[in-house]
């Protein structure tokens, strides 16, 4: 059974909502600057605007700083998740066996057609894109496995949500635009397809340039799930600590429910989390 396969580990992840627990992790000299702190929570606002009020899926690493942000204001909130799901080189060709392991890491962070089907508020995929190709991968991956789980497509494909974090560039006729030369987005209603667009320095820091927790992961990626202790891996934990600690700030709270109410129409749902907050 797919979902009890022991091949497939997920990789661990410190909870940082109680870094009590991470012992002489911290002990050192790491003092992260925050310097994109501010273009973050900006973001977040618009992120959870475009979700409809639904769980979010921070897909593979490049938003876990999102991620820890939103954990700290919102503490355990059920609806933010990460899912662990790398895409590979562009072009490759996916094979049974990727598939497979695929729906394992899905089925393991509670994402199947089945669920799909029945949820009642949408649920939104979240990442960095340049091509869309993660996308569109997972979008595949859904769409075969709907149809072969013999679940609705159709109730299924007004549930799913993708956001894109775009680098924030001059608008004009000749902007190129992922989701336009991606054929896929077309089998989705208008809106479920948006983009949240972040200063170009801190795109290019998330999507570069910052250490990560965690190693690529993904299907046909398992091996690399151990849990690295060195002096990089340190400073990404302090930094992530950090971030949860911003977003137990009361300004981080205030900036967010400032920025959701002024967003039409209100999300509803998030503005009430966050003043239950």
């Known amino acids: 059974m797919w979902a009890d396969d022991p091949r497939t580990t997920l990789p661990f992840r410190w909870n940082l909502v109680t870094p009590d627990r991470l012992g002489s992790l911290l002990d050192g000299d790491h003092h992260p600057d925050l310097w994109f702190a501010a273009e973050l929570v900006e973001c977040s606002a618009k992120v959870l605007g475009r979700s409809g009020g639904g769980a979010l899926h921070f897909v593979g690493r490049s938003m876990d700083s999102m991620y820890d942000l939103l954990t700290g204001v919102l503490a355990d909130d059920p609806r933010l998740m990460r899912l662990p799901f790398s895409n590979l080189s562009e072009g490759w060709v996916p094979h049974d066996e990727w598939r497979e392991q695929a729906r394992v890491i899905l089925t393991r962070c509670g994402v199947t057609p089945f669920r799909l089907a029945r949820t009642s508020d949408p649920v939104s995929f979240v990442d960095i894109v340049s091509t869309g190709g993660t996308f569109e991968s997972l979008y595949s991956l859904l769409r075969g496995w709907v149809d072969e789980q013999r679940e609705p497509w159709d109730v299924v494909r007004r549930k799913i949500r993708f956001i894109g974090i775009v680098d924030r560039r001059e608008t004009s006729p000749k902007t190129r635009r992922w989701q336009q030369h991606a054929g896929w987005t077309a089998q989705l209603p208008s809106g479920a397809v948006s983009n949240v667009s972040m200063d170009p320095s801190v795109y290019s820091y998330l999507a570069n340039r910052q250490e990560k927790l965690t190693g690529s992961f993904g299907p046909s990626l398992r091996e690399r799930v151990d849990t690295r ?12 600590v950090a971030l949860v600690a911003l977003g137990r700030r009361p300004e981080t709270l205030a ?7 002024n967003q039409r129409p209100h999300p509803k749902k ?3 989390a966050l003043t239950h907050a």
Request: no cysteine.
């Open 229 to 240: 202790r060195d002096s990089v891996v340190r400073y990404a934990l302090a930094e992530a």
């Open 255 to 261: 900036t967010l429910i400032r920025n959701l109410s």
């Open 270 to 272: 998030w503005l009430a």
